[in-house]
């Protein structure tokens, strides 16, 4: 694919945006990569963990391609809205841990993809925001819903309406990023994350991102019935099995995400 690849390697796949020259802007051509990329990731079982990150040092994703912003009319803007949303969506429900790896900056349509992910680390030279509001314009794919939900209506209204980038220190800090490593050894702290994940049960990690995913914005006694609902799933696995047996035989367990 032009603009977007992935390696397969020991259970991880690593997908990287690469355009690099535009600070892997979203255009429409990525977005449909993504999709197709992350519609065969969910459908293969050697892939545990997923990390989406961008080409070079500079950027992960700095936001949607602003060139195609001045000729889009208000009805056309709605569809791309709406796409965006439904492909980050896509990424959110993946049943395999995304985890962003944020490279540089995360600005725009980019924070909302990292937003998008189960986790986000960042190397120390990154940078987050939504600088929309500079250009007259809002978060449209998730942001203005996803960053309330994560890090509170107060913190997330001080990135929406100041459009200011912060550091991956103060992303930390603001619950953004879920740590933040050295540039570095960037790739390599976070694949230690990835490796550690790879050993768990794939179908417990597939069944906590659904209970905590479908139990967000529900009711309390709601959302715990979800959590029953997956605990019974997990307890109809041999992943279960073995992992019980396992711990009793004081082995390492051999997952299978059966
Ligand atoms: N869409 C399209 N092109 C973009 C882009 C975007 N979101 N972000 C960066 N680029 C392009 C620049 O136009 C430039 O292209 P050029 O070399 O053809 O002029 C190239 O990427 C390099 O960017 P540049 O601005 O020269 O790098 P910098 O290091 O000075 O600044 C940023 C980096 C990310 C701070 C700056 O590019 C920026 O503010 N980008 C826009 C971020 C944004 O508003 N995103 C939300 C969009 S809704």
Redesign the pocket.
């Known amino acids: 694919m032009p603009f977007v690849h992935f390696d397969l390697n020991e259970n991880i796949a690593i997908v990287t945006i690469a355009r690099q020259?535009?600070?892997n802007?979203l255009n429409p051509v990525i977005m449909d990569e993504l999709e197709s990329i992350f519609c065969a990731l969910e459908k293969n079982d050697a892939c545990r963990v997923i990390i989406l990150t961008g080409a070079g040092e500079?950027?992960f994703v700095?936001?949607?391609?602003?060139?195609q912003?001045p000729t889009i009319t208000p009805d056309e803007a709605m569809k791309i809205s709406r796409h965006g949303q439904k492909l980050f969506t896509k990424i959110e429900r993946s049943t395999k841990p995304v985890i962003a790896a944020v490279n540089g900056?995360a600005?725009?349509?980019?924070c909302e993809l990292a937003l998008a992910c189960h986790l986000r680390y960042a190397s120390e030279n990154a940078?987050f925001g939504q600088?929309?509001v500079?250009?007259g314009?809002i978060a449209g794919y998730g942001g203005t819903q996803r960053l309330p939900r994560l890090i509170g209506t107060g913190n997330a209204l001080d990135l929406l309406l100041s459009g200011r980038?912060v550091s991956a220190q103060e992303a930390k800090e603001m619950g953004i990023a879920n740590k933040v490593f050295p540039l570095a050894t960037f790739m390599e702290d976070v694949l230690k994350v990835a490796k550690l994940m790879v050993q768990k049960g794939p179908l417990a990690l597939k069944y906590a991102l659904k209970s905590v995913y479908e139990g967000q914005g529900l009711p309390i006694e709601k959302a715990l019935e979800v959590e029953a609902q997956m605990f019974k799933e997990v307890f109809n696995s041999q992943d279960r099995v073995e992992g019980c047996a396992a711990f009793i035989e004081k082995r390492k367990p051999l997952f299978k995400g059966n």
């Open positions: 020259d535009k600070m802007a500079k950027a700095a936001g949607a391609d602003i060139n912003f900056y600005l725009g349509g980019g940078f600088p929309e500079n250009l314009v980038m």
